[in-house]
């Protein structure tokens, strides 16, 4: 845990008591703060109550006597409204921040110089921030890691000199950060999202290049124009920038060079300064970094480890290691020539699109509660689908648009199991059949959709889907035999 003393003996109110808001109140109280806590849900104000946190009902309380309101990210800070306890903290004329602003707060009190890389983006971000934390730590450095990534950022070890902090930072964390100011700040990439939060995608934007504009390096993705906007704001100020591409070369910048060699598609990861261009890591036959999106990924993640004085070597090393996230195009198994690739964690079209550029034979099971646009931006890829399982409320829209395009045969599945079956039968039925790119065929679960019709979230759903997988008959898992 890092202790937060810098509202020792002060007054704080605290709302919300889910996994975050509760580490942040034991954080506080740690550091010696008064906290008054409160949440609607009355099994969290009890859980909490258990800890012996000070429970108070906040719609009924003094608020004159409180230095600050702490947030948890999750509740409306703008819109659609702003939350109760927000308006009441206005009306008293005192700040209202999240636990990222906590701990940089502490950082400057304790260890100012102690490295931080900040990671957010629309898409991306809990990929890179893990394999900057994997290949620091197969560097051998001290590396914390988390944020709006696994462990809240207060549960973590405090700042010290020599000791890395590595965090994923949300759009609703950032708008609760007003002085964060990291080491490292990257900004991967922005497409709309979370528009019922911040009611706009200029206002979206805005957000999150806070991450970067105090940042002393900033890494900034140039592949969307949003994001090159960004860069070039950056440039202008004349402070440190290092841009990062993963479709495109660059004159100065860390980007991915795509090539064909022996039908099988290599990415190379090309630093180039000073005007001269090295190739620096090659990820081929690296599972985990499969696909065009984690050319970018590992491009940022390139940019700030070797910021971090890591060697070439040592990076690309870790980047052989790296074991790859649970949900992110996370290689389950195979059963023959066929793998099973779960990508549970695509809750967007523009998280599924990277996933169809991967394989040039997909057997693709998608569906939930689509959000807005639908698929339609992913025609362009519909080529590379052998055929499409629909699954949940996004059925009927999804199938409109096969229907529409005419190129993708589809079933209705229904449910998820029925979908694994039907696209494991189909799939094995291909299997002898030649096929082009890097020569696999692959059953990908990728929904573009939130999970919220079926399953309780992306997790519980990619649960299901390695268990349903596991299940077949003749699996294997990646590294037996």
């Known amino acids: 845990?890092?202790?937060?003393?810098?509202?020792?003996?002060?007054?704080?109110?605290?709302?919300?008591?889910?996994?975050?808001?509760?580490?942040?109140?034991?954080?506080?109280?740690?550091?010696?703060?008064?906290?008054?806590?409160?949440?609607?849900?009355?099994?969290?104000?009890?859980?909490?109550?258990?800890?012996?946190?000070?429970?108070?009902?906040?719609?009924?309380?003094?608020?004159?006597?409180?230095?600050?309101l702490v947030l948890a990210p999750g509740v409306p800070l703008t819109h659609p409204v702003p939350h109760w306890t927000v308006e009441k903290a206005k009306a008293a004329g005192i700040e209202i921040i999240g636990d990222i602003e906590l701990f940089f707060r502490e950082r400057s009190k304790v260890a100012p110089a102690a490295p931080?890389?900040?990671?957010?983006?629309?898409?991306g971000k809990?990929?890179?921030?893990?394999?900057?934390?994997?290949?620091?730590?197969?560097?051998?450095?001290?590396?914390?890691?988390?944020?709006?990534?696994?462990?809240?950022?207060?549960?973590?070890?405090?700042?010290?000199?020599?000791?890395?902090?590595?965090?994923?930072?949300?759009?609703?964390?950032?708008?609760?950060?007003p002085s964060m100011a990291p080491t490292i700040g990257i900004q991967m990439n922005l497409t709309p999202d979370h528009l019922d939060r911040h009611g706009t995608f200029e206002n979206y934007g805005a957000i999150k290049e806070r991450l970067v504009a105090n940042a002393d390096i900033a890494v900034i993705g140039v592949d969307d124009e949003a994001s090159k906007q960004m860069a070039r704001r950056r440039a202008a100020s004349g402070r440190k920038l290092v841009k990062i591409s993963g479709e495109q070369p660059l004159d100065d910048g860390v980007f991915a060079g795509i090539t064909a060699n022996a039908g099988t598609l290599e990415t190379r990861i090309v630093?180039?300064?000073?005007?001269?261009?090295?190739?620096?890591a090659?990820?081929?036959?690296?599972?985990?970094?499969?696909?065009s999106h984690n050319a970018q990924n590992a491009a940022a993640a390139f940019a700030a480890c070797f910021a971090l004085r890591l060697s070439a070597?040592?990076?690309?090393?870790?980047f052989k290691s790296y074991p790859g996230l649970a949900h992110r195009m996370e290689e389950i198994g195979r059963v023959g020539r066929v793998v099973f690739i779960n990508d549970s964690k695509a809750t967007n079209a523009d998280s599924t699109e990277k996933a169809l550029t991967?394989?040039?034979?997909?057997?693709?099971?998608?569906?939930g509660k689509a959000k807005e646009g639908g698929i339609e931006s992913l025609t362009r890829y519909f080529p590379n689908i052998a055929k499409?399982?629909?699954?949940?409320?996004?059925?009927?829209?999804?199938?409109?648009?096969?229907?529409?395009?005419?190129?993708?045969?589809?079933?209705?599945s229904g449910t998820l199991d029925v979908a694994v079956a039907h696209a494991a039968r189909d799939a094995l039925a291909n299997s002898g059949d030649k096929v082009g790119g890097a020569g696999e065929i692959a059953v990908l679960l990728s929904p573009a959709c939130a999970s919220f019709d079926q399953f309780p979230n992306f997790e519980v759903r990619g649960d299901a889907f390695r268990a349903l997988v596991k299940a077949l008959p003749g699996f294997e898992a990646f590294g037996a035999g």
């Open 1 to 68: 845990m890092t202790p937060i003393g810098v509202f020792a003996g002060r007054k704080v109110a605290l709302f919300g008591l889910g996994g975050s808001g509760l580490v942040t109140a034991r954080a506080l109280i740690a550091g010696g703060a008064d906290v008054s806590a409160f949440d609607d849900n009355p099994v969290s104000r009890d859980k909490a109550a258990g800890e012996g946190i000070s429970i108070v009902d906040l719609a009924q309380a003094d608020w004159s006597g409180f230095a600050a």
């Open 282 to 291: 090659n990820l081929a036959g690296i599972g985990s970094l499969r696909g």
């Open 313 to 318: 070597e040592e990076i690309a090393a870790g």
């Open 388 to 412: 499409a399982y629909l699954i949940g409320a996004a059925s009927d829209l999804f199938a409109a648009t096969f229907d529409d395009d005419g190129r993708v045969a589809y079933e209705r």
């Open 116 to 123: 931080v890389v900040c990671i957010t983006g629309t898409n």
């Open 358 to 367: 991967s394989f040039r034979e997909i057997f693709w099971i998608l569906g």
């Open 271 to 280: 630093q180039v300064l000073d005007g001269k261009p090295r190739i620096v």
């Open 126 to 177: 809990s990929t890179t921030t893990a394999l900057i934390a994997h290949v620091l730590r197969s560097a051998g450095r001290d590396v914390q890691m988390g944020g709006n990534i696994g462990t809240a950022v207060l549960a973590l070890e405090p700042p010290a000199d020599g000791r890395i902090h590595v965090i994923e930072c949300s759009s609703y964390q950032i708008d609760l950060a």
